[in-house]
């Protein structure tokens, strides 16, 4: 398709959504497949639209459209609950892989909830060291004591991005096996898991996919490894005969075994809707649109904004689909922003996130963004006290 | 409220729908609200929606308002995720409150996810042994060495009734560590969470609470052991800060802790809408009335088809509000039922579940449900090959 395609999105008068990497857009037609879920289906098959309307099916069926999108065959992704829960699953299960190790290494400016799941599991299961080192060390620290390699490929604050090929292949040398969050890269940068050989990878779907809030996460099993995947988190619908309603618990035969409970059948029908428009992706193009809108915010601000230093990698290889400038009050310049229309969003401590999403945004988009952020800058608009309060979330 | 109140659901035409044990009915008014969080907050409000529709607080709120109807205090209910996850939640939480003992005891007829969980999460840690009993024999099995009593108040199968105050004070003279699955009672039974003095509650919200297909689920944690604590799934979410994007994971000082990753806001959006209609119940009333139905369903049922074994208990303070009945054609009795319009649900070997929820059924309803289940056994409708076939869910 060409990009962007912003008659596709609801985009709210006079904004410029630079936040996609935190909460997509709402896909245009949303209203429409909702309403034929609550009221054909929930409303009038009721229990029945478990079979009749696909309920059952469509955790898989969702997953399968996100690994044509990564590179993953039909069947290696299952969808559902959150992130969070995935990256626990994914960790869970490599830590049985390597018994006789017990280092998880990470990256220490990992995404926080990747590093609290790993530390809630070590304390559960006892015995385990969280290794933390900074990207630049990481690749040292692939020894062969560390039993798993996790690691988000595009760092949350700064938008740096792991060579995903390296990282694995120096993760297998160790005998190590790999996890990747994908949380800023699913619908943001080309992957090809297949390709990686990493054995899981995880993500969610809120982000460049557009599924809502709250919309399902997804994991990948390599599917050469699955039978060999023992679930942690063994819920009945991970079972190989779910109503069966068997004693014991005994996992389906695919990367089925990783579903839980009850899926969240409003939230799926929301994602698979806004997974239609990425039939008509091509990553390609998506990355080429995606490091020419970064490349030019970054040149538009350096060059009005010499008060800000770039946190991102200068470099387009480097760097994921956001641009972060460093600024000491990013936090108030984020809300003179959005007051603005200019909508961004601030990470602890002073970074200020720009995302890119080619599908709805066009460089006249970034040009606008970067002239309203030079007049907050050069009037010290930031400086207004209304702009210095701390909400709980930006 | 006078029962039932039909007028609040949509119901559809020739349907008589006793599997709200399974999933609840539509409440009228859910589109309109479904309508305003996609377009009006997610579309518009954007990423601001987390402060400005108070969906950061949703999660808490929606908690608070199932916590009324259970007899737990405002704070002490975690909304999110799904009821196979709250179980391995509670179960965690339980077991390191409990280091020297290493028995899970449970009800060898428990709804197989919960044996499940537990099964994954002895099998992750290692050590732990499930021990599972029929129901007659629990309060012999609650001894010194058990860890933790997991229990479904009320029987998925056959709708028999633990004593709740009687078992937890069984435990608790034991040592034991008392959880309590509600899935079968929250909304169909009054239960007082305080009074029972349990240590931990979880449930779902799809059935009784009528919050549609994957509504997300909660659990209880009794207040004042809310900070000793130790959550397994430590989510960023749960943190005593999100925001401050701290490396070492440190829980919130509340039933919050037990928060995980990112809430499924649509899905409780249509939930916190559902609970509207609990704000006017009366928990006794629809407790008479539900005992009323059940009653009636079972006295026309003996005696419009003896072929039919009660498989509930007689006495209906032993039963939560489903009956269920015993037949070895059961899954092509209850195909012909749903063929005809009474739809009730089938759960092997042989049980059919007929769920009664006064909210949206009435006496008239019941003995129509009776006359349909005579014709279908008195003219042997349930031999017709259409009815034989099984297919994936009931």
Redesign the interface.
């Known amino acids: 398709m060409t990009l962007p395609r912003k008659d596709l999105f609801?985009i709210?008068e006079g904004?410029i959504?630079l936040?996609g990497n935190?909460?997509g857009?709402?896909p245009k037609g949303?209203?429409a497949k909702?309403?034929t879920v609550?009221?054909d289906?929930?409303?009038?098959q009721?229990?029945?639209?478990?079979?009749s309307a696909g309920?059952?099916d469509l955790p898989q069926k969702v997953g399968d459209r996100i690994g044509a999108i990564l590179g993953a065959p039909a069947g290696s992704i299952a969808t559902?609950?959150?992130?969070?829960?995935k990256v626990?699953q994914a960790l869970?299960s490599a830590l049985?892989m390597r018994p006789d190790r017990k280092v998880i290494l990470s990256d220490?400016g990992n995404?926080?909830?990747d590093?609290?799941?790993a530390?809630?599991?070590a304390?559960?299961?006892?015995g385990y060291e969280l290794r933390?080192v900074s990207h630049d060390e990481m690749a040292d620290h692939i020894t062969d004591d560390v039993a798993v390699v996790m690691l988000t490929h595009v760092d949350y604050r700064s938008g740096r991005m792991y060579d995903m090929d390296d990282i694995t292949r120096r993760a297998h040398d160790a005998g190590a096996v790999m996890l990747w969050d994908l949380a800023h890269s699913a619908g943001a940068v080309p992957v090809d898991l297949t390709a990686s050989g990493a054995e899981f990878a995880v993500g969610?779907t809120?982000k460049y996919f557009n599924g809502?809030?709250?919309?399902?996460?997804f994991i990948y099993v390599r599917p050469d490894i699955v039978t060999e995947v023992?679930?942690?988190?063994?819920?009945?619908?991970g079972?190989d005969a779910?109503?069966?309603?068997?004693?014991?618990?005994r996992p389906a035969m695919s990367t089925e075994r990783m579903r839980?409970?009850?899926?969240?059948?409003?939230?799926?029908a929301?994602l698979d809707h806004a997974l239609d428009i990425w039939d008509d992706v091509d990553m390609g193009e998506l990355r080429a649109a995606s490091v020419d809108l970064c490349e030019l915010f970054i040149r538009e601000v350096e060059n009005r904004c010499p008060e800000l230093e770039l946190a991102s990698p200068r470099e387009a290889a480097l760097r994921g689909s956001q641009v972060s400038f460093l600024f000491e009050q990013g936090y108030a310049v984020v809300q003179a922003l959005?007051d603005r229309g200019v909508?961004g969003?601030f990470?602890?401590p002073g970074i200020m996130r720009f995302g890119f999403t080619p599908l709805y945004l066009g460089r006249e988009d970034v040009i606008r963004a970067a002239e309203i952020l030079e007049e907050v800058i050069r009037d010290k608009i930031w400086q207004d006290p209304k702009y210095q309060i701390v909400?709980?979330?930006?």
Request: hydrophobic share 45%; charged share 10%; proline share 9%.
């Open positions: 609801e709210p904004v959504y936040d935190s909460l857009l709402l949303t209203q909702v309403a609550l009221s289906q929930w409303g009038q009721l229990i029945r639209a478990w079979n309920w059952m559902g609950d959150t992130l969070s829960i626990f869970a049985k220490a995404f926080p909830t590093l609290y799941m530390q809630g599991l304390g559960l299961i006892g933390t969610c809120y809502g809030p709250g919309a399902p996460a023992k679930p942690a988190l063994s819920g009945w619908l079972h779910p109503f069966a309603m068997e004693p014991a618990y839980v409970g009850t899926p969240p059948i409003v939230q799926l929301i959005i909508i969003d990470r602890a909400s709980r979330v930006t």
